[in-house]
């Protein structure tokens, strides 16, 4: 069991550039988010998926897509990178059923936008 | 919306015990919850309140107190590998896409010191 898993580990980019990253989880969970964490900013939602098929916003959506084609798949894509875009993003999942609302991250990817 | 207020760091030797603060306002409330994040690694889930009271799992504690607005986490006999990020995370609203969108506090370093 890998658990939830992200692809790429890091990225760099220059402006303007598009990218995908990946995350994958193999616990068939119904629920997958994607976060982005900044210094001193906690973590905050961009968009999430409640099953295959289905995204909806989170808090800080704009200049990121979503799409949730395969249950065990949730792609986070960057149509044109920005400066304002660096920082580190984790994917989440967990079991619809789940109400103590433990969510179970993956490892995190590292894009810096120059 | 919600809003979390969490202090910023907390420095204890080993072998002390060291209570870490949150208090949230929020329109909807369902749950607390803990994450523990090591500087660079991925969030993991600590512990989850619904209910009014203390739950202890271990060597950490987390109180919630729905009527204040306030809940902590106790980590008592302290371990250097406790020294690491601190996040509180409210459970939203019941929405139309579920349950289980978390809104973190801005989280609290602990540096255990031998």
């Known amino acids: 069991n890998a658990g939830v898993t992200q692809t790429p580990k890091f990225r760099v980019l220059k402006t303007g550039q598009s990218m995908t990253l990946l995350c994958a989880q193999d616990?068939?969970?119904?629920?997958m988010y994607w976060y982005r964490q900044d210094p001193g900013m906690g973590l905050r939602l961009i968009h999430y998926?409640?099953?295959?098929?289905?995204?909806a916003k989170g808090e800080v959506p704009d200049g990121y897509n979503v799409s949730r084609l395969k249950k065990q798949n949730f792609l986070l894509g960057l149509e044109s990178a920005a400066p304002s875009q660096t920082s580190v993003y984790f994917c989440a999942s967990n079991p619809s059923t789940d109400e103590s609302a433990a969510q179970y991250f993956g490892p995190g990817t590292r894009l810096l936008v120059l | 919306g919600q809003s979390l207020e969490q202090p910023s760091e907390v420095t204890a030797v080993e072998g002390a015990i060291v209570q870490i603060n949150c208090t949230y306002q929020t329109s909807g409330f369902y749950g607390l919850s803990w994450y523990q994040q090591h500087d660079g690694g991925a969030p993991t889930f600590l512990s989850y309140?619904?209910?009014?009271g203390l739950e202890e799992t271990g060597r950490f504690s987390s109180f919630l107190s729905r009527s204040k607005g306030y809940s902590y986490l106790l980590l008592k006999e302290l371990q250097m590998k406790d020294s690491a990020s601190y996040f509180c995370a409210v459970r939203a609203l019941r929405g139309y896409y579920g349950n289980n969108r978390l809104a973190f506090g801005k989280g609290n370093q602990v540096v255990v010191i031998p």
């Open positions: 998926s409640v099953g295959e098929g289905t995204t």
């Open positions: 309140n619904a209910l009014d």
């Open positions: 616990m068939n969970h119904e629920y």
